[in-house]
């Protein structure tokens, strides 16, 4: 049985404190490395803060994916033999994009860029994602990224598990008003798609907006193996089932009562789902 240890450091990231959020995020991870965790998770915008006010007031503190902060990240996880997900600003060329970067052992493995943007913080400036869907093969298994409001479309987290996802990570950012996601909304995209869900959020104020925190790790059962404070920071632990959420054939009663959850499914009926039809 491949069983993976992961960690959720829920922290307070400082607006354009991006030297200060990259010495915590290091501190965060070295921490959660001596207590067994073989991949960290951060939030989004973890390395930079998200409430901006313009896309140019965020030029000083985004970077290119192999920027400095990245590297930085990377010589660490080589010494520490552990993998991490971290939240920043990416710049490429003259475009923007709220990005999270997939790192290990080996240096940088992937980026995602994110696809759906809320009117919100930064993300009503950036670029949205141009880059397909995609499942990382490591050593801590097959995982997938979204980015928090990629998770309301539950397109996202279908498409990374047809792809082979055993573990769904989502950095976030909720601030209060999100408070049904975190409760509901990651637990469903578990159990709907038998996989496991890593959400890790922010706490603190910014701007006049508050994280709620609630960070949780939730099993490919559906069911929350631990979940963060609301208002403070926190490294959350749980100990993943990688194999459990290759099972998509779920057998409750041999042969009387079997649930087929992806044999079972009939594309032939949901073209409308890449269909741009604008209802609302």
């Known amino acids: 049985m491949r069983r993976v240890r992961v960690a959720g450091v829920q922290m307070d990231p400082k607006i354009l404190e991006k030297e200060k959020n990259l010495s915590k995020c290091l501190e965060f991870l070295e921490t959660a490395a001596k207590k067994k965790a073989e991949i960290i998770v951060f939030p989004e915008c973890a390395l930079t803060g998200y409430c901006f006010s313009s896309l140019e007031e965020s030029f000083s503190v985004a970077e290119p994916v192999l920027g400095p902060s990245s590297r930085a990240i990377a010589s660490l996880c080589t010494e520490l033999n552990v993998y991490t997900i971290i939240g920043f600003l990416e710049r490429d060329g003259e475009k923007y ?33 141009d880059q397909p869907l995609k499942v990382f093969k490591t050593g801590v298994g097959r995982i997938g990224m979204n980015i928090c409001f990629d998770v309301r479309m539950p397109e996202s987290a279908r498409i990374l598990t047809l792809l082979g996802a055993e573990s769904i990570m989502l950095p976030t950012n909720w601030p209060k008003g999100a408070e049904l996601v975190p409760k509901y909304v990651i637990n469903a995209r578990a159990y709907e798609n038998r996989v496991n869900f890593i959400a890790v959020n922010r706490v603190g104020k910014e701007r006049g907006f508050e994280f709620i925190g609630q960070s949780k790790i939730v099993d490919y059962s559906g069911k929350t193996l631990v979940e963060a404070n609301s208002l403070k920071e926190e490294i959350i632990f749980a100990t993943i089932d990688l194999d459990g959420a290759r099972k998509k054939h779920v057998i409750l009663v041999p042969g009387e009562f079997e649930l087929p959850l992806f044999k079972g499914r009939r594309p032939e009926f949901y073209g409308i789902l890449v269909k741009a039809i604008n209802t609302y």
């Open 97 to 129: 994009y709220n990005t999270v970067v997939l790192i290990g052992p080996k240096g940088l493995i992937g980026k995602y860029r994110k696809i759906h943007l809320p009117f919100l913080g930064i993300d009503r400036f950036v670029n949205p994602g």
